[in-house]
C-alpha cells in the first residue's frame, strides 16, 4: 500500500504495541537518547477504573479496555469457549491486571536455558528485575528501591487472610514473607505493583514521569496493521489511525510489543510465519518461521469456595453505608477495599508428597462469587474463594490468522486442560486446600463448601469439575518464542531478534519458552529492561 507522505512519521524506533513492554521499552529508549515512535491500539489509561485498584473489577470484558480475544470450542472442557482479557489501553493488560508482582525462581530460568535462551539464567536476569522495581520495603540482594515499577505491600487487610495462612503453615506449608527472595514456596502475603494505594503499571510508572516527552511520539488509537520488510530488512510500520493509513519509518529498529495474541499475528500479516498457513491466506511469505504463533501456554486454573462464619469483603461492598465508609478511606487515606488487587494471599505448594518443587499457586480472596451460566457476580453470603492453579503446564495451544485482514481477530485454539497432568495437578492442588478448609484452623469457621461442593470427591468427579469449569488465569505467553537460531521452532534469538531479518525484534510476553511458575507480568517487564539494553548496545 502506497502512503501519503504526508501521513509518514519517523523515528529511531517504531515500538507496535504500548502495554507492558512497550512502554518499559519507550522510556528506556528516549532515556537513552533516541527518538520513539509509540503506537497503541487502544485509548488513554487515565481513568479511575484503571488507577483506583478496585476498579479493575469494571475493566476486563469492558471493550474500552479490553481486547475481549475469544478462543475456539475448547475440546479439553467440554467445547467451551471462553472470552480472553487483554488490556486495549496504554498499558496494556497492566493496566486492567491483577497487580500481583512476582518474578519466578532460579529453575524456571533455568528451563529458559535448557529451551535455548542463551544467557537467561536467574543470575543473568536478577539485575533487569532489579532495574525495573521500586519497591517500598527498600533494597537488598533481591530487591530495589531505585525502579520505575512501584511495588508495595498491601493496603488492605481481612481477618481471614490471617486464619487461611495459620491453616496452610499447620498442614506444613512454609510461612514466606517474600516470594520474590530467596525462595518461592510457602503462604505468605502477595506485594502488589502498585505506588500510593493506586494502580502503577508501566504507562504510569515509565511514561507519565517525562510526559510530552519531545523524543516520544505517542500515538492512540493506532492500530498496527503490518511491518513493512524489504530485503529482509524491517522498514517500517503500517498503521491505522482513525481511519487513515499512516506509515511510521524506524531508522534504527521495528520492536513488537502487542503481547502475545498480538505480536504472533503481527508478525504473520507481515509474511513470517508458517509459509503453508501464510499462504493459505494469500499472503506472500518473506520469512518462514514455523514457530510463530506456536507453543501458546496457559496457566489453567480451577476455583474453590467456601460459606464462612465472618463477614466478607463481597458482603461489604453490598451495604450501602459500609461501601460509602470505605470509599471515604480510599479517598482519604489510599488505604482499604478501594486499593485491594485481585488476591491478597499466595501460596505455592506441593500437591503429592514427594515432588521435588512445588507444582501449583493459589490466589486466595477473602470475597466469594455467586457464578451462574453466564454471569459472575459477587455473592450476597459470606463467602471466601481461591483458585489453585498450575504453575508450569504442559498443555499447549496455537495462535493463527483467522483472515489476512488486520482488523480481524486471530483464531486462539488451546487445549487448556489437555495434558493429563494439569488435570492431575488441579486436582490434586484443590484436595489439599479441602484438607485445609476442614483442618481444626479453619472448619470452626466454614458452614459450607459452596464450590465445587462436598458431593465431588472421587477422581472421576473431580475430573468432571475440572473439565466444567476450568479457567485461563490470563497469562498466555511463548508464541513468538526465544531459543536457538538453529532451533526450527524458534522465532526470536536469545537478543529477541527476529530470526532471518534485520531491524527487528519482539519483547514481550510472547518470547518465553515456557511459562514462569508465577503470574507474568513483571517477567515480561523485566524482559522489556533486557530487550531495551539489548537494543542500545549496553546489554
Ligand atoms: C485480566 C488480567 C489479569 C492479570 N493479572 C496479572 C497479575 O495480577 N499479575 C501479573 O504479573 N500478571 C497479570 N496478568 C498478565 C500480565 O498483565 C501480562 O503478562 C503482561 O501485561 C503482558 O505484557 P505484554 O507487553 O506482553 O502485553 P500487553 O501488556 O497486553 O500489551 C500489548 C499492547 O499491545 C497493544 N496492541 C495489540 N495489538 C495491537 C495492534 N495491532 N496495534 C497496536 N497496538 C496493539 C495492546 O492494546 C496492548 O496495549 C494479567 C493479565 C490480564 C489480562
Known amino acids: 500500500m502506497n502512503h501519503d507522505p504526508a501521513e509518514t512519521l519517523e523515528a529511531d524506533y517504531v515500538i507496535a504495541g504500548g502495554g507492558s513492554a512497550g512502554c518499559v521499552a519507550a522510556r528506556r529508549l528516549i532515556d537513552a537518547g533516541y527518538s520513539v515512535i509509540l503506537l497503541e491500539a487502544g485509548g488513554d489509561d487515565r481513568h479511575a477504573a484503571v488507577y483506583v485498584p478496585a476498579g479493575s473489577a469494571k475493566l476486563v470484558g469492558n471493550p474500552q479496555y479490553d481486547w475481549k480475544y475469544e478462543t475456539e470450542p475448547d475440546p479439553s472442557r467440554n467445547g467451551r469457549i471462553?472470552?480472553?482479557?487483554?488490556?486495549?489501553?496504554?498499558?496494556?493488560?497492566?493496566?486492567?491486571?491483577?497487580?500481583?508482582?512476582?518474578?519466578?525462581?532460579?529453575?524456571?530460568?533455568?528451563?529458559?536455558?535448557?529451551?535455548?535462551?542463551?544467557?537467561?539464567?536467574?543470575?543473568?536476569?536478577?539485575?533487569?528485575?532489579?532495574?525495573?522495581?521500586?519497591?517500598?520495603?527498600?533494597?537488598?540482594?533481591?530487591?530495589?528501591?531505585?525502579?520505575?515499577?512501584?511495588?508495595?505491600?498491601?493496603r488492605v487487610t481481612h481477618p481471614f487472610n490471617r486464619l487461611f495462612i495459620d491453616a496452610c503453615v499447620a498442614a506444613g506449608i512454609p510461612r514466606n514473607d517474600d516470594f520474590n527472595g530467596p525462595v518461592q514456596e510457602g503462604v505468605g502475603y502477595y506485594q502488589a505493583t502498585q505506588w500510593g494505594g493506586l494502580r502503577c503499571s508501566a504507562a504510569r510508572g515509565y511514561l507519565r514521569p517525562i510526559g510530552e516527552h519531545k523524543k516520544l511520539q505517542l500515538l492512540k488509537r493506532a492500530f498496527v496493521c503490518r511491518v513493512r520488510v524489504r530485503n529482509n530488512v524491517a522498514e517500517a510500520v503500517e498503521f491505522n489511525h482513525y481511519g487513515v493509513a499512516k506509515l511510521a519509518r524506524a531508522r534504527r529498529e521495528v520492536l513488537i510489543a502487542a503481547g502475545t495474541i498480538g505480536s504472533p499475528k503481527i508478525l504473520m500479516l507481515s509474511g513470517i510465519g508458517p509459509r503453508a498457513e501464510l499462504e493459505r491466506q494469500g499472503i506472500a511469505c518473506v520469512n518462514d518461521l514455523p514457530g510463530v504463533g506456536r507453543n501458546l501456554q496457559e496457566h489453567p486454573g480451577i476455583i474453590l469456595s467456601y460459606d464462612v462464619t465472618m463477614r466478607t469483603m463481597n458482603v461489604e461492598a453490598h451495604s450501602r453505608w459500609r461501601f460509602a465508609l470505605r470509599a471515604l478511606q480510599f479517598a482519604l487515606l489510599r488505604r482499604g477495599p478501594g486499593t485491594s488487587p485481585i488476591s491478597h494471599v499466595g501460596v505455592f505448594f506441593r500437591t503429592r508428597p514427594g515432588l521435588p518443587a512445588f507444582d501449583a499457586q493459589i490466589h486466595f480472596q477473602p470475597l466469594g462469587y455467586e457464578v451462574t451460566a453466564d454471569k459472575v457476580l459477587l455473592a450476597e453470603a459470606n463467602r471466601v474463594s481461591l483458585a489453585v492453579n498450575v504453575s508450569r503446564p504442559e498443555s499447549r495451544g496455537s495462535i493463527r490468522l483467522r483472515s489476512p485482514h488486520p482488523q480481524d481477530a486471530p483464531v486462539i485454539d488451546h487445549s487448556l486442560v489437555g495434558a493429563d497432568a494439569d488435570v492431575r495437578t488441579l486436582i490434586d492442588g484443590a484436595r489439599v486446600m479441602r484438607n485445609i478448609f476442614s483442618s481444626p484452623t479453619l472448619r470452626d469457621r466454614v458452614q459450607k463448601e459452596y464450590l465445587p461442593g462436598e458431593a465431588v470427591s472421587t477422581d472421576e468427579q473431580w475430573e468432571a469439575y475440572v473439565r466444567a469449569g476450568a479457567f485461563a488465569m490470563y497469562h498466555p505467553v511463548g508464541t513468538c518464542r526465544m531459543g536457538a537460531v538453529d532451533d526450527p521452532q524458534s522465532v526470536v534469538d536469545p537478543e529477541l531478534r527476529v530470526k532471518n531479518i534485520r531491524q527487528l525484534r519482539v519483547i514481550d510476553a510472547a518470547v518465553m519458552p515456557c511459562l514462569p511458575s508465577c503470574n507474568t507480568n513483571g517477567v515480561t517487564m523485566m524482559i522489556a529492561e533486557r530487550a531495551s539494553a539489548f537494543v542500545v548496545g549496553t546489554k
Open 82 to 154: 471462553d472470552n480472553w482479557p487483554s488490556g486495549k489501553v496504554l498499558g496494556g493488560s497492566g493496566s486492567i491486571n491483577g497487580m500481583i508482582y512476582l518474578r519466578g525462581n532460579p529453575a524456571d530460568y533455568d528451563r529458559w536455558v535448557q529451551q535455548g535462551a542463551t544467557g537467561w539464567s536467574f543470575a543473568d536476569v536478577l539485575p533487569f528485575f532489579l532495574r525495573s522495581e521500586r519497591n517500598e520495603n527498600g533494597a537488598s540482594q533481591y530487591h530495589s528501591d531505585k525502579g520505575l515499577l512501584g511495588v508495595a505491600n498491601l
